[in-house]
């Protein structure tokens, strides 16, 4: 993972020695400008969660459809060859913006990238919906930096992010904590804070006023930390940072095979055949779309361990040939069932595993370990929290440098250095 290269510029006045005066301008400055971002993302992602949903419920009474897969992927091919050339980098086009910017995100960014996992989901690949939600978070926050100083530009790309993170899981802590922690590696801008958290409050606002809700999850017992339980805790930690290593390396993998197919809108069909060829044979549609109601069910009784090793490979084939979507909800897939497999083993409840597993591997592979303990605070209760942060701590030290997304930034390693050497960077 690349080094900065670039001197961050510091802000003319930190916030820590700001008047009371300049204070309150900065604040009531981004109340207005996290306001606008809040309503854009937040309706944006309120939309697209409805439509998800719709697209969600027709394929499951529609199980035929996933024949039409690789149609699928020559139109969402198509339309990025001929329209979005540049905004097919996704979430890596914001955060090469944020290292190195070059021009405003241009707005097509939104439709292309809504369609295209619209259509994903509804031909059944294996797809999330966060890197929707954060593109059209991050592309109309940017349409605002147009009449904002360049150093601006910066705090409103990274408000655009939590706001959408935000807004499509309901988790304003940690959407907010996301966008500060993902786009350099272990390293926090304090002066992105208010923006972060003030757009990331407003999106999931304006999501929840449009009357759009979000999946409930079991809420998790307090259990005491015996020395039996931290040696599980810590062991699935592990694991979960090593599953989330594999899937970021498979997933990369696989984009870069197909990269050598010199027409890329080929590439999502011959990725669409091979996803609906191996689903086919599969005879199920428990890995298509989200997962949603495999998550619920991890939570309830161990699952089979080939659930989350088929997850991964189906997911890293769908978006490494080139199909919209997300990493994240797959990701939460996958940890759920990993965790919940291990139930049979680890002296945990499959609750506790599940819900560890489902923040774990997620903080390994985007390698936001602080975001992903207070999503898992927001989404299962605090009763668990020490468990959840260990997971996720743990997980972020086992996952490797370099994650899903290939634009991030190494701040700063995550071990010392005396623990480390170049091969195993």
């Not at 009371?20 to 992602?45: D, E, H, I, N």
């Not at 890596?92 to 990238?113: C, K, Q, T, Y």
């Not at 919906?129 to 360049?150: F, H, I, K, N």
């Not at 700063?412 to 250095?417: E, N």
Request: proline share 6%; charged share 10%; net charge positive.
């Amino acid at each position: 993972m690349r080094r900065p290269s670039y001197s961050f510029r510091r802000q003319a006045v930190r916030l820590r020695a700001f008047s009371p005066v300049a204070a309150t301008q900065f604040l009531l400055r981004w109340l207005v400008l996290a306001s606008l971002v809040g309503a854009l993302a937040g309706t944006a992602s309120a939309g697209f969660l409805v439509a998800l949903d719709w697209a969600t419920r027709w394929r499951e009474a529609h199980p035929w459809v996933l024949a039409l897969l690789p149609a699928a992927g020559l139109l969402i091919g198509l339309a990025y060859h001929h329209f979005g050339d540049r905004v097919a980098k996704g979430n890596n086009l914001i955060l090469e913006e944020i290292h190195r910017p070059s021009g405003v995100i241009p707005l097509r960014m939104v439709p292309l990238v809504l369609g295209g996992t619209l259509l994903t989901h509804l031909v059944g690949g294996s797809a999330g919906r966060e890197g929707t939600a954060v593109q059209m978070g991050g592309a109309l926050a940017d349409q605002l930096s147009r009449w904002l100083p360049p150093a601006e530009r910066r705090l409103l790309l990274i408000a655009g992010m939590s706001a959408g993170f935000a807004a499509v899981f309901g988790t304003p802590l940690a959407g907010a904590v996301f966008g500060l922690e993902v786009w350099l590696l272990g390293t926090i801008r304090y002066e992105a804070v208010l923006p972060s958290f003030l757009a990331a409050v407003l999106a999931d606002y304006v999501t929840r006023a449009w009357g759009v809700g979000h999946t409930a999850y079991p809420m998790l017992a307090a259990l005491p930390l015996t020395p039996l339980a931290l040696g599980g805790t810590l062991l699935l930690g592990a694991l979960c940072g090593l599953t989330a290593r594999s899937f970021a390396g498979l997933t990369h993998a696989v984009g870069r095979w197909f990269g050598r197919i010199k027409y890329a809108p080929l590439r999502p069909v011959l990725g669409g055949v091979l996803v609906a060829g191996s689903m086919g044979a599969l005879g199920t549609m428990r890995y298509a779309g989200l997962g949603v109601p495999v998550i619920v069910e991890a939570f309830q009784h161990p699952l089979p361990p080939q659930d989350f090793a088929l997850k991964l490979l189906l997911t890293a084939l769908t978006l490494g040939a080139g199909f919209k979507g997300g990493e994240v909800t797959p990701l939460f897939f996958i940890g759920a069932a990993l965790g919940s497999a291990l139930a049979l083993v680890l002296p945990l409840p499959v609750a506790l595993l599940a819900g560890m597993g489902f923040v774990g591997v997620f903080a390994g592979a985007a390698n936001t370990p602080l975001a992903c303990t207070l999503l898992g605070l927001e989404l299962f209760g605090s009763g668990a929290g020490i468990y959840l942060g260990l997971c996720c701590v743990v997980a972020y030290m086992f996952s490797g440098q370099r994650g899903i997304y290939a634009a991030q930034v190494l701040g700063q390693a995550k071990l010392p250095r005396s623990l480390t050497s170049s091969s195993h960077q």
